[in-house]
């Protein structure tokens, strides 16, 4: 099974940027689909965006679309959440999953997840 470890996280002003890293060890990324969710304390988790095992499709949120970018490099392990334009909404813990399936922002659809990294986004 492949563990994840994110990366990346901290605080932004409003209107700015953040690259989040998820970085693989234990086995070969390429066999998952990767998401990216986020929670924040009292709310369930949210699916944000998910690349597929090749990174020829993404799915993600209406939420996070036009500002949020998923990529990743299968050669180097990981996989890259690059958010534009913050708002103070994007606060939460951030973590990645994978799925040995599919693409899917369905948090249920994922059985193992890292220890997430924060995002804050405040003036």
């Known amino acids: 099974q492949v563990q994840l470890v994110e990366s990346g996280g901290g605080w932004v002003q409003p209107g700015g940027s953040l690259r989040l890293s998820c970085a693989a060890s234990?086995?070969?990324?390429?066999?998952?689909?990767i998401a990216w969710f986020r929670q924040v304390p009292g709310k369930e988790r949210e699916g944000v965006s998910c690349?597929?095992?090749?990174?020829?499709?993404?799915t993600s949120a209406d939420s996070v679309k036009g500002r949020f970018t998923i990529s990743r490099d299968n050669a180097k392990k990981a996989v890259y959440l690059q958010m534009n334009s913050l708002k103070p909404e994007d606060t939460g813990v951030y973590y990645c999953?994978?799925?040995?399936?599919?693409?899917?922002?369905?948090?249920?659809?994922?059985?193992?997840w890292g220890q997430g990294t924060q995002v804050t986004v405040s003036s």
């Open positions: 234990g086995s070969t990324l390429d066999l998952y689909a």
């Open positions: 999953a994978p799925r040995a399936g599919l693409c899917s922002i369905v948090a249920d659809h994922y059985r193992y």
């Open positions: 690349i597929s095992r090749s990174g020829d499709s993404t």
